[in-house]
Nanobody, 123 residues
Framework: QVQLVESGGGLVQAGGSLRLSCAAS????????MGWFRQAPGKEREFVAA????????DYADNVKGRFTISRDNAKYTLYLQMNSLKPEDTGVYYC????????????????WGQGTQVTVSS
């Protein structure tokens, strides 16, 4: 069983930056793809970014491309999301997720979820 714990959320002004981290338990972290999702109030959870098991390939939602960067450090069992040029519409709870495959996953491939960290972007 993999446990995921997010951190790094907070309140930031529009145009600012935040770096989210996701600490994973278990030695299997480096074997599988990971992703970030977010959920705004009253909306469904949506995909933000994904990264393959070795960090060799990434995928982003269109509305964060060029502003967000996903990365991972397998030696530290940690996933990151660097968020720059933040907008009020980026507000939401951000979730780290672990997939059951090595390559870029589809939604149904994600098996493990963290509890989330709140990101609030003020205008």
């Amino acid at each position: 069983q993999v446990q995921l714990v997010e951190s790094g959320g907070g309140l930031v002004q529009a145009g600012g930056s935040l770096r989210l981290s996701c600490a994973a338990s278990g030695r299997t972290f480096g074997m599988y793809a990971m992703g970030w999702f977010r959920q705004a109030p009253g909306k469904e959870r949506e995909f933000v970014a994904a990264i393959t098991w070795n960090g060799g390939s990434t995928d982003y939602a269109d509305n964060v491309k060029g502003r967000f960067t996903i990365s991972r450090d397998n030696a530290k069992y940690t996933l990151y999301l660097q968020m720059n040029s933040l907008k009020p519409e980026d507000t939401g709870v951000y979730y780290c997720a672990g997939a059951s495959k090595r390559w870029i996953p589809v939604r149904s491939d994600y098996r493990y979820w963290g509890q989330g960290t709140q990101v609030t972007v003020s205008s």
